[in-house]
């Protein structure tokens, strides 16, 4: 029996990462199987691990089409369609009325990118070599767009604290104002790094699929309504999970759901550090991370009033708190160009801190 053919021809080995993935999809019908015996704790795990696969077929479509597309169109479409996955389990779970989680996989998203994965990379990366090197200046620039986009998510919560009750009354159209302006900041920033300073941002990328144009709409659609099914039954069986592990909706929105819709990303960002090429493992983490804050947050707030569930982007103290502390962790690394696996477990100890306190949040 012969492997089964992989894009570009080549044959997929099941020890391949993306054959790894391709096996996971058997964990989609385990968890529709498990949903349709009753929600549950075991629903509840199926469903957020076949989040992982869903989410690697549906990034390795967007980047297929994005090639084909070319430099222009196709880097404007995997900006957009970067962090699909996550959106949609926050549409889904804001649809269901799980408003404190949506704004927990927010935080979690942003802490698990600077955090958890680019300390997973630099410590990988690092363990062979005394140091890596990487664009100093591109990296500082997705540090200082985070710093604006943390920024626009504290306000809400300093303008709460220094008015006090009377800040409840305009905290809605504060947020919807904050999130354009969000916006514009993420549309500037597609424009320095597809347009005026490309030339930063090049580089062939690795892995890429070549599917056709036919194949990848396909791939992209099939992954893309599996994963809206998928977060339907995972938002479901949140609540029993969440009453039989004696875990919290902020546990559960910063750590759990937040791992599992980056996982496959967080993968391939390990691997190309592990490869020595710590420069894509900078530009995974620091472009995920924007999409969250400055895309995929805002549009839940301009969203969210449709589905019945106003959304603002009033944090707590200690989700800003921890916002801050990964931004000031990633920027300390970012200054000098160069990074070695101590940093990288430095920055995984500030995540474990910050998962442990999360944990004890009542």
């Not at 070695?340 to 442990?356: K, P, Q, R, S, T």
Request: charged fraction near 10%.
């Amino acid at each position: 029996m012969t492997a089964p053919s992989v894009p570009g021809g080549a044959r997929l080995s099941f020890r391949s990462p993306d054959g790894v993935f391709l096996v996971l999809l058997v964990l989609v019908p385990a968890a529709l199987v498990s949903a349709a015996g009753g929600a549950g704790t075991a629903t509840f795990i199926l469903a957020a691990l076949a989040i992982v696969p869903l989410a690697h077929w549906m990034g390795l479509a967007t980047e297929s089409l994005a090639h084909r597309l070319g430099a222009g169109l196709g880097g404007l479409m995997n900006a957009t369609f970067g962090n699909a996955a996550e959106l949609i389990i926050a549409l889904v779970a804001l649809r269901a009325g799980q408003t404190a989680v949506v704004k927990a996989s927010i935080t979690g998203s942003v802490l698990g990118n600077l955090l958890l994965v680019l300390g997973a990379a630099v410590l990988a990366g690092g363990l062979r070599r005394e140091r890596q090197v990487f664009n100093a200046t591109v990296a500082l620039s997705g540090v200082a767009l985070m710093y604006l986009a943390v920024t626009g998510l504290i306000i809400p919560d300093l303008f709460h604290l220094a008015l006090g009750r009377a800040a409840e009354a305009v905290m809605r159209p504060l947020s919807l104002a904050v999130s354009v302006v969000l916006l514009v900041l993420y549309g500037l920033s597609l424009l320095f790094s597809l347009g005026t300073h490309a030339q930063l941002f090049e580089g062939e990328a690795e892995g890429v699929p070549r599917w056709s144009l036919r194949k990848g709409v396909a791939v992209l659609l099939a992954a893309t309504l599996a994963t809206v099914v998928v977060a339907e039954v995972l938002v479901h069986a949140l609540e029993p999970a969440i009453a039989s592990l004696g875990l919290t909706p902020t546990f559960v929105g910063v750590v759990v759901i937040a791992v599992v819709g980056n996982a496959a990303e967080h993968s391939t960002a390990v691997l190309m550090a592990v490869r020595d090429r710590v420069e894509v493992a900078f530009s995974i983490c620091f472009e995920s991370s924007k999409q969250i804050a400055l895309l995929v947050a805002p549009v839940l707030v301009l969203v969210s009033g449709l589905l019945g569930h106003p959304l603002t982007l009033e944090f707590s103290h200690l989700e800003v708190l921890a916002l801050g502390i990964a931004t000031g962790a990633t920027t300390i690394i970012a200054l000098d160009g160069e990074s070695n696996w101590l940093e990288g477990a430095m920055l995984l100890g500030v995540y474990a801190l910050l998962a442990i306190v999360f944990f004890f949040v009542p």
